[in-house]
């Protein structure tokens, strides 16, 4: 319903009360602001009783208020500049504790990816990485943090591993010559969606990979262009996207895998100790 809602609301408009067409006028032009607002907010802003602008979302067919603003903000959070978060922020955040209202809103995100994922998609994942010839992992700008993390386990885990590095286009497609039919890339992808991203999924799917997302939403490009995916809200919290929810997924996706692959990787830790060990790789509390 996100990709549509503004259309939903245009071919409603004439079943809307007066109150309602307030709103629903206010949405039309203003729906970058409005996907920030509280319902009392906005019902001050066009003169209507918050209960109205409740039972707007409701007349819309969402389970609440909520629902409807979580629907606005998908729908712009791949439009917004910077400094329009910013100033969405502002609206969303002012005089409330922003420590307590950052932290509140990851542990929802933590809680909507616990109650919504997928456990059979997820199951498909692993077996896809695990039959893989070679696994590639793709992730630029913010998303290439997650990225490294997930490439860094996952060397630890498997030989065949390898971080497409995104400095420059062209080097991107020498990265993924030898790529291939039974190979796998995982691409990970968050608004503001990169071109890059998507122009190297295509090259990948091109030369017969199978595409793993990890995304947001199924409105997402790389998820329309997948073979399999996770999905993972990214909250926008003012500039930043918060990245908390993909990495407790990526989190579990590693697990997964350790899981699977059993006692391998107990015997790579074993040496991998070994090697620590030897060359004084940690420190020791009594070192201090």
């Not at 006028?25 to 001050?44: C, Q, R, V, W």
């Not at 917004?80 to 420590?99: C, K, V």
């Not at 990245?243 to 895998?257: K, R, T, Y």
């Amino acid at each position: 319903m996100a990709k549509s809602i503004l259309h939903t609301i245009e071919s409603s408009m004439s079943g809307f009360s007066k109150g309602q067409k307030r709103i629903a006028g206010y949405i039309l032009e203003n729906y970058d602001k409005a996907a920030f607002m509280t319902a009392s907010k906005l019902g001050k802003l066009v003169g209507v009783s918050e209960s109205t602008v409740v039972r707007f979302a409701s007349e819309l067919g969402y389970d609440g208020y909520p629902s409807m603003q979580r629907a606005l903000q998908e729908m712009i959070r791949s439009r917004l500049t910077s400094t329009q978060r910013i100033q969405a922020a502002g609206d969303l955040f002012d005089r409330q504790d922003l420590l307590g209202a950052v932290l509140q809103s990851d542990i929802d995100k933590l809680r909507e990816i616990v109650a919504e994922a997928d456990r059979t998609e997820f199951d498909n994942v692993v077996e896809r990485i695990m039959g893989a010839r070679h696994i590639y992992i793709l992730g630029v700008r913010s998303s290439s943090f997650v990225a490294g993390y997930l490439n860094f386990y996952m060397h630890l885990l498997c030989e065949n591993v390898t971080l497409v590095q995104s400095n420059a286009a062209g080097e991107i497609f020498e990265q993924l010559f030898r790529i291939g039919p039974e190979d796998v890339m995982l691409a990970i992808s968050f608004p503001r969606y990169s071109k890059v991203t998507m122009n190297t999924v295509k090259f990948a799917q091109d030369r017969g990979a199978s595409i793993i997302a990890i995304t947001d939403n199924e409105l997402s490009p790389v998820y329309q262009m997948s073979d399999a995916a996770l999905l993972a809200p990214c909250e926008m919290i003012s500039f930043v996207d918060s990245m908390v929810a993909p990495l407790s997924l990526i989190n579990a996706l590693l697990v997964a895998l350790a899981h699977r692959m059993g006692t391998d990787v107990a015997t790579t830790f074993a040496e991998l100790e070994d090697i620590w060990n030897e060359y004084g790789v940690f420190g020791k509390m009594d070192d201090e």
